[in-house]
């Protein structure tokens, strides 16, 4: 695993700076694109996304950072950021584990794949933790690290929903 284990308070505080920055983002979409915008947020977790965490669990090993991500949230929707990203529920995860199977990621015994973006490029975390990215729209062709950690990403993924200010 590289770098430290994510904390679920570090999660919490990430989800809340991700919603004010969602609500700055939105006070000028409108006047900005002259359309509204798309259902933009990070949704908490819920006793049935602790559920389908269990469940997802006994389906298969998930890295333990994944397992913290889904015990504070159960999904994100951000259309809006950039070409869209979506972190996927847990029960979206084991659904497309059970048809697909894990990201064919070479050095990563299992790898799952936990979100998306809007150009239909998939994000995987393997066991050792890092962060793939396909490299097309596409299951089954090559990843490449997108980042170190969950943690890092999720950063990114933050750094991209506050730099999308808009300003009439």
Do not use: C
Not at 18 to 42: I, Q
Not at 74 to 90: C, K, R, T, W
């Amino acid at each position: 695993m590289s770098g430290e284990r994510l904390h679920a308070e570090w999660v919490r505080s990430w989800s809340e700076r991700a919603d004010a920055a969602l609500t700055n983002m939105m006070k000028s979409f409108l006047s900005t694109h002259g359309f509204p915008p798309g259902h933009n947020a990070v949704m908490l977790a819920t006793d049935e996304s602790h559920a389908a965490t269990g469940a997802l669990v006994d389906l298969t090993p998930i890295p333990s950072d994944l397992t913290t991500l889904y015990w504070v949230i159960s999904e994100a929707s951000l259309p809006d950021v950039d070409f869209g990203y979506f972190i996927h529920s847990p029960a979206t995860v084991a659904e497309h584990f059970r048809g697909y199977g894990p990201a064919p990621i070479g050095g990563e015994s299992v790898a799952l794949v936990f979100a998306g973006d809007g150009g239909g490029h998939l994000f995987a975390i393997g066991d050792s933790g890092r962060v793939w990215m396909s490299t097309t729209a596409s299951w089954s062709d090559d990843f490449e690290v997108a980042a170190p950690s969950l943690q890092e990403f999720l950063e990114q993924l933050g750094r991209r929903i506050a730099n999308r200010r808009l300003v009439p």
